[in-house]
Every structure is written in structure tokens, then in C-alpha cells.
């Protein structure tokens, strides 16, 4: 079954580490996209691609860096983690030749200490 | 750039009776506005979309409505149901743009 996955599920990490979050999917989009959700501030884009050359920030990329690896894989960085980066992140994609929708992948909840 | 306010942010309504959530949008450029639902653990998934040619749009119990003049949209959920219980997220674009979403409604569907 198509689908847009994420790895790890949950991560701790301490402040000044380095993290990479993964998303891999399988539904042959051109389009991805990470997103962080807060209580209360609904879900904030930070970096999406729509395609392997075109990477471009979002309203929250500062702190933030990705990579896209191939069409299908899609990596978020965390270079020096801090506190305030503690928050559930999601990957989307979409196909540009289809239409609209954004299919989540299931998301990675970060805890920062 | 675009900026989605979205209200009220915590919503309890009856079994049984209507929900209604709203969205104001900035960008009068912006022509496509869906709503996704996310339950207690789960991904965000669409609902339902509207694009700016069509003033409104139904599935089943749940309808969008759009006023482009006044920049806002609508979700109305009728004979609401426990499994309506969630967070409701609208959302808009240009076509085949980014999304910006709103800050979220959490609905509580009272048995």
C-alpha cells in the first residue's frame, strides 16, 4: 500500500545534539513538505520541495535544514537542538499532477531536554 | 504572505446537532481551501476541498462554504457523531501552491 512514512516515531535528544528526522514514500509524489505542530498554533511549515533540485523555506526554517535526497526521501536536520524545537513534526506529500491533496505521514514526536 | 486565521479554537456541541468552524484568509490570490481532520494520535487527513469557482460544496454530513468577497470560508458538520470528535485544521493556496493552515479547532462531540 502506498504510503508516506517516518522515522523514528519518537526521539529524545538532548539540547546541542544533532538530529536528523527521516520521510520516505512510496506514492510516487514530486512534492514534499515538513511540518511542525504545537498545541495551539496549528501546523507551521518549515522547508518543502517540489521537486529533487527545488528546495525552498517555509515560515519557521530558522534552526532547521533539509536534504532531498532522491524523489521518494525527504530529511530534516536539526543542527544544534534546543528546547522550543520539542514539538510533533510531520512529513506531507503531493503530486503536482493530480491535484491538491497533502497525504501525512504519521509522524515524529521530538522531545529536546 | 498568505495568513489563515481559523475559529473557534475549542468547539463541544450535543450529539446530534450541527458544528460550524470558520476560516479567514488574507491572500485574495488564493483559490483552493480544504479541510483536513486529525484524530487523537492520528495524521492529518482531507475531508473536503473547495476551489474559489464554486460557493459550496457538500459529502454527506459535512459542507464548505466560501464568501471570496469577504475572504472567509466555512466547515458545517450536521448530525454530528462521536467520531466527529477531533482536531479540524482548514487551510488555503494559490493553485498548485504551498498550503498555509489555520491554528486548528478541537471538536467535542457530547453523547
Known amino acids: 500500500d502506498a504510503d508516506v512514512t517516518q522515522t523514528p516515531r519518537n526521539r529524545i535528544t538532548k539540547t546541542g545534539k544533532r538530529i536528523m528526522l527521516e520521510c520516505s514514500q512510496t506514492?510516487?509524489?514530486?512534492?514534499m513538505y515538513w511540518y511542525r505542530q504545537d498545541p495551539g498554533l496549528g501546523l507551521r511549515l518549515i522547508y518543502y520541495s517540489f521537486d529533487v533540485k527545488d528546495i525552498n523555506k517555509g515560515e519557521i526554517s530558522d534552526g532547521y535544514s533539509v536534504s532531498r535526497q532522491a524523489q521518494a526521501k525527504f530529511s530534516l536536520s536539526l543542527e544544534s537542538a534546543i528546547p522550543n524545537q520539542t514539538a510533533l513534526y510531520f512529513c506531507?506529500?503531493?503530486?503536482?499532477?493530480?491535484?491538491?491533496?497533502?497525504?501525512f505521514g504519521p509522524g515524529t514526536r521530538l522531545t529536546v531536554t | 504572505g498568505e495568513n489563515v486565521e481559523q475559529h473557534p479554537s475549542t468547539l463541544s456541541v450535543q450529539e446530534g446537532d450541527s458544528a460550524v468552524i470558520k476560516c479567514t484568509y488574507s491572500d485574495s490570490a488564493s483559490n483552493y481551501f480544504p479541510w483536513y481532520k486529525q484524530e487523537l494520535g492520528k495524521r492529518p487527513q482531507l475531508i473536503i476541498d473547495?476551489?474559489?469557482?464554486?460557493g459550496e460544496k457538500k459529502d454527506q454530513r459535512i459542507a464548505v462554504t466560501l464568501n471570496k468577497t469577504a475572504k472567509h470560508f466555512s466547515l458545517h458538520i450536521t448530525e454530528t457523531q462521536p467520531e466527529d470528535s477531533a482536531v479540524y485544521f482548514c487551510a488555503a493556496s494559490q493553485t498548485n501552491e504551498k498550503l498555509t493552515f489555520g491554528t486548528g479547532t478541537r471538536l467535542t462531540i457530547i453523547p
Open positions: 506514492k510516487g509524489h514530486d512534492r
Open positions: 506531507a506529500t503531493s503530486d503536482s499532477r493530480t491535484g491538491y491533496e497533502q497525504y
Open positions: 473547495i476551489r474559489s469557482n464554486v
